[in-house]
C-alpha cells in the first residue's frame, strides 16, 4: 500500500466527515454526569436540538446507532400485532420493516421500485380502505439513503388527514435531518427518528427521537416490551439535565459543537448550499453520460446521488480503486443495488472545492476501471458551483 497523502475523503452518505472543530470538542474530559456541569451542558443541548427538528417539544437522546432509535419509536408507541404501514422507497425502509416484523408487529409494505418516492396518493388509498383504524402507524423514510430519494413528508400528511386516519406517522430523518428541510411539529409528525453520523456531523453514537404529544399519549397504552428504549424515564431525568443511565458525555460536548456550527451558518443556507451541491453532482453524472437511480425530478436528495454503473461494470470496483488511488470513500450499492450503483455522499461538513474534488475523483475512477464517460461532466458540475 502506497503512503496515502492528503486527507481521506469520506464521501459516503453517513458517517460523513466530522469537522476539526467538533473533534476538538469531543477531545475534553468526561465530566460527573451527575454533577452540575453536566446538567448544565446537556440543558443546553437538548434545548438546542429541539430547531434542527423544527419542535417545540422534546427530544429524547440515546447511545444509539440509528437502528435503535427505530427500534425505540416503535416499542414506545405499539402493541404486540398492531398492524403498520410501511413504504418500501428502497432498503432502508425494508430494514426497519424487517426490525418491525421482529418484534412483532403485522407490517403492510407498500410495494416500490427503489427509484421513486412514497407516494402520498397510494397512501391516501391504503389508508382509505382501513375502514376499521386498525392501522397504528405509518413509517415512511423522509431520505432514502440506498437510493437518493426523498419523500414528501408534509403531502404524506395531508394524505392521512384526508383519509381521515388516526395513524400515528413515524418518520426516520436520518439522512435529512439538518441537511434537508424537516418540520416535526408543522407537518405533524409523531416521532421523528434520527442520529448523529450523517447531516449533525458528529462520530456515530447518539440516536434521536423527537415525540409529538399524540406519541406521548400512545406511549402510556403501549404494550411492546421496553426497558432500556422507554422515552418516560429519559424525559423524567432530562427534565433536571440527567439521564437514567450514563450518557456519551462526550459526544455531548461535539453536539453541542455541531449544533453551534449549524447555527452560525444558518439552517437554511445550510439546506441550500446541499441543494446547491446536489445539482452540482446531477450535472457532474448527466455530463458524463451516466443515469442518476431517482426517477423523480423533484426527489432528488439534496444530500446524496446514486450513479447507476453500466451494464458490464460493476460499481464496487470503480469504488475500490477510487478507494485505493485516491484516498476517496464512496457508498457502495445496497441489497438489490450492490454492483449496480455508486453513492456519492454530499452532506455534513463540505464545502464547494471539497465537492468539485470529490466529484473529480469519481471521474477519475470511473475513467481508469474503463467506464467510457465524458470528461465533461466536471466542467458541467463546476459551471454550477460558479453560479451560485
Ligand atoms: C444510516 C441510516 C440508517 C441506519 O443508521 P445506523 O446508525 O446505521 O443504525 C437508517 N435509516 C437511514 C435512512 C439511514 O441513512
Same mark, same amino acid.
Request: glycine content about 10%; hydrophobic content about 45%; proline content about 6%.
Given at each position: ?152 413528508? *408534509? !403531502?404524506?400528511? #395531508? ?6 386516519? %388516526?395513524?400515528? =406517522? @413515524?418518520?426516520?430523518?436520518?439522512? /435529512? &435531518? ?57 424525559? *423524567? !431525568?432530562?427534565? #433536571? ?6 450518557? %456519551?458525555?462526550? =459526544? @455531548?460536548?461535539?453536539?453541542?459543537? /455541531? &449544533? ?73 450499492? @445496497? ?54
Amino acid at each position: 500500500m502506497p503512503y496515502p497523502a492528503g486527507r481521506h475523503y469520506l464521501q459516503i452518505p453517513g458517517p460523513t466527515n466530522v469537522p476539526e472543530r467538533v473533534l476538538r470538542a469531543i477531545a475534553a474530559p468526561t465530566i460527573d454526569h451527575r454533577g452540575p456541569e453536566f446538567a448544565t451542558l446537556a440543558t443546553e443541548v437538548l434545548a438546542a436540538l429541539r430547531p434542527v427538528f423544527g419542535t417545540t417539544g422534546p427530544v429524547v437522546t440515546y447511545p444509539s446507532s440509528g437502528t435503535g432509535a427505530w427500534e425505540a419509536a416503535l416499542v414506545n408507541t405499539l402493541s404486540p400485532g398492531d398492524r403498520v404501514l410501511a413504504y418500501e422507497t428502497g432498503h432502508f425502509a425494508t430494514l426497519w420493516r424487517d426490525l418491525a416484523v421482529s418484534l412483532g408487529l403485522r407490517v403492510d409494505l407498500v410495494p416500490g421500485d427503489w427509484r421513486h418516492a412514497a407516494d402520498p396518493a397510494v397512501i391516501a388509498e391504503r389508508l382509505a380502505a382501513d375502514t376499521a383504524h386498525e392501522i397504528r402507524a405509518l413509517c415512511v423514510v423522509h431520505n432514502e439513503t440506498s437510493t437518493g430519494v426523498t419523500s414528501p413528508v *408534509a !403531502a404524506i400528511r #395531508r394524505a392521512i388527514d384526508e383519509a381521515g386516519h %388516526p395513524a400515528l =406517522l @413515524l418518520v426516520d430523518t436520518v439522512s /435529512s &435531518l439538518g441537511s434537508i428541510d424537516h418540520r416535526h411539529d408543522e407537518w405533524g409528525v409523531d416521532v421523528t427518528i434520527s442520529c448523529s453520523q450523517k447531516g449533525l456531523m458528529l462520530p456515530p453514537g447518539l440516536g434521536f427521537n423527537a415525540v409529538s404529544e399524540k406519541a406521548l399519549l400512545a406511549a402510556e397504552n403501549a404494550r411492546l416490551p421496553r426497558s432500556y428504549w422507554d422515552w418516560r424515564p429519559i424525559l *423524567a !431525568a432530562n427534565e #433536571r439535565g440527567h439521564f437514567p443511565y450514563t450518557p %456519551p458525555t462526550n =459526544l @455531548l460536548y461535539g453536539l453541542r459543537e /455541531s &449544533l453551534a456550527m449549524l447555527a452560525e451558518e444558518g439552517l437554511d443556507q445550510v439546506f441550500a448550499r446541499h441543494r446547491r451541491h446536489a445539482e452540482a453532482t446531477r450535472s457532474a453524472v448527466r455530463g458524463w453520460g451516466l443515469e442518476v437511480l431517482c426517477l423523480d425530478e423533484h426527489a432528488h436528495s439534496a444530500t446524496l446521488t446514486a450513479v447507476l454503473v453500466p451494464e458490464g461494470h460493476d460499481a464496487d470496483k470503480v469504488r475500490a480503486l477510487v478507494l485505493d488511488r485516491f484516498n476517496l470513500s464512496l457508498g457502495t450499492g @445496497l441489497g438489490r443495488l450492490a454492483g449496480r450503483v455508486l453513492r456519492i455522499g454530499h452532506l455534513g461538513e463540505l464545502g464547494d472545492v471539497s465537492l468539485a474534488g470529490t466529484l473529480s475523483g469519481v471521474q477519475l475512477g470511473l475513467e481508469l476501471a474503463g467506464v467510457p464517460v465524458d470528461p465533461g461532466g466536471i466542467t458541467a458540475a463546476l459551471r454550477v458551483l460558479a453560479a451560485a
